[in-house]
């Protein structure tokens, strides 16, 4: 079993509409989790943190976690062609151990 | 120069060569780990060090040598590589070693002949 999973994608959805990433992850003791977006040739950059379950904002993007049944997902509004990349979501565990998912492909159509 | 510095960007090396990968960050941290990321897996981490100490290895061959002299500088030295090690090498680095938040270099594109 992987530690973080993620579908691969892709996932296309037209411009001005809600794209919706999801990731599930294995171990429960898990603390924190991120969201990292990767261009196509270039490396990961960090878009959302969040640790708490619930929602969290951040401009157009809304970090969704869910301990109890051990997810979380991105939401992104308004998706943009600019927003189109691969989505790593990553855990960081009890033991500072962090994993990542083979992350999201998304295409966002003009 | 600001963040996380990688070079080179692209290596080709025969598998018989040696060669090392840079990487430097100027953000103060106190963290740096080594990356491999292949295509369709996992970013795999293989390095860290914290406070220039290596804290974690998780079982790299050892054709993979890292040095981190001080906590500003980090290198990965390469030497009898096989095709398969063909991949993205990324250098991170966080403030402390298991604080959120990686800051991730560009990344050295290796190819292995």
């Known amino acids: 079993q992987k530690e973080v999973e993620q579908n691969s994608g892709p996932l296309s959805v037209p411009e001005g509409a809600i794209a919706s990433l999801n990731c599930t992850y294995s171990?429960?003791?898990?603390?924190?989790f991120f969201w990292y977006r990767q261009y196509s040739g270039k490396s990961p950059e960090l878009i959302m943190f969040?640790?708490?379950?619930g929602d969290k904002e951040d401009g157009r993007f809304t970090a969704q976690l869910n301990k109890a049944s051990q997810y979380v997902s991105l939401l992104i509004r308004d998706s943009q062609p600019s927003d189109s990349a691969t989505y790593l979501c990553a855990v960081r565990n009890n033991f500072n151990k962090f994993y990542f998912g083979s992350g999201t492909k998304l295409n966002v159509k003009p | 120069e600001t963040g996380v510095t990688q070079t080179p960007r692209h290596l080709v090396m025969g598998m018989t060569n040696k060669k090392s990968l840079k990487c430097e960050q100027h953000?103060?941290?106190?963290?740096m780990y080594w990356y491999k990321q292949s295509a369709k897996k996992p970013l795999e981490l293989m390095f860290v060090?914290?406070?220039?100490?290596?804290?974690e290895n998780n079982s790299v061959p050892s054709r993979f040598s890292p040095e981190c002299p001080n906590s500003s500088h980090l290198f990965l030295h390469l030497h009898t590589l096989q095709p398969e090690d063909s991949a993205l090498y990324l250098c991170a680095s966080s403030q402390d070693f298991g604080v959120p938040g990686y800051t991730f270099g560009s990344g050295t594109r290796l190819t292995v002949v």
């Open positions: 171990d429960r003791g898990s603390q924190s």
């Open positions: 060090y914290s406070l220039e100490e290596r804290v």
């Open positions: 953000l103060g941290h106190n963290a």
């Open positions: 969040i640790y708490s379950n």
